[in-house]
């Protein structure tokens, strides 16, 4: 901070909110108690859907041992539910949904009467944990991971190896076809989705289908929180 005057960033995983006063007492005694020039983000990782509930109520338990809590400079959660390997949640040739627990949650949350209402935060279409795989050994099977209302819609295929990515077509095409489609215009990922299954654009390798998935978060993910914002001005006036 004194070199280029940003300040600080805390981020806080799973492991530090076991003792959260410790954590933040190492914080004070190396830093001093500079919140306001310190962004502090509590990164809960991956969040198990099949315990969003106790996750909520152990998010907000957090909160009331965070020290000075409307002085921070931001104040962010972080999370989400996004699989490791979609195979256990998703079977090859099927589609699936995986729960948005992270959005479900910070919609809850916002609902409590809260000294400050944290930003929202989450690992876009990821999960947490980096995989290093092999790509002489990898059976990836093709698939598309698009954001819905509350869940996340799993289109999967088969072997890229003994398939190849021609089958994304037809992917595509369940996906244009899908009542949770976004349509066309409404990101540049909706865009390629739908030009692929018309065959007016390539059927592109990993890279391009995590590029366009990651549009279509972003751009859905914005959406709902403007959108959510909007609602609380309305309720608040």
């Keep these: 901070m004194e070199t280029y005057r940003n300040g600080y960033c805390l981020r806080l995983l799973d492991e530090d909110f076991n003792d959260v006063d410790k954590s933040f007492y190492i914080v004070r005694e190396t830093f001093g108690d500079n ?13 198990d859907p099949k315990h969003e509930s106790r996750m909520e109520r152990l998010i907000l338990g957090t909160f009331h041992e965070i020290p000075s809590l409307s002085s921070w400079r931001t104040f962010t959660i972080c999370g989400t539910s996004f699989p490791k390997n979609l195979s256990e949640k998703v079977s090859t040739g099927s589609d699936g949904y995986v729960r948005r627990s992270e959005w479900n949650i910070y919609k809850k949350i916002r609902e409590k009467e809260l000294k400050r209402i944290p930003s929202f935060g989450d690992y876009n279409i990821s999960h947490p944990d980096y995989i290093e795989i092999d790509p002489r050994f990898m059976q990836m099977a093709a698939n598309i991971r698009y954001t819905t209302d509350d869940s996340f819609l799993i289109l999967r295929g088969n072997s890229i190896r003994i398939h190849g990515w021609g089958q994304i077509v037809d992917i595509t095409k369940r996906l ?8 066309k215009d409404f990101s540049y990922g909706d865009k390629y989705i739908y030009d692929c299954s018309t065959g007016d654009e390539t059927t592109g390798n990993a890279e391009t289908w995590r590029r366009v998935g990651t549009n279509h978060h972003l751009t859905f993910v914005i959406k709902q929180l403007s959108n959510l914002f909007a609602a609380s001005t309305v309720r608040l006036s």
């Design 176 to 183: 244009v076809g899908h009542k949770d489609y976004s349509g």
């Design 35 to 47: 919140f306001n020039e310190t962004d502090l983000i509590m990164d809960y990782q991956y969040i």
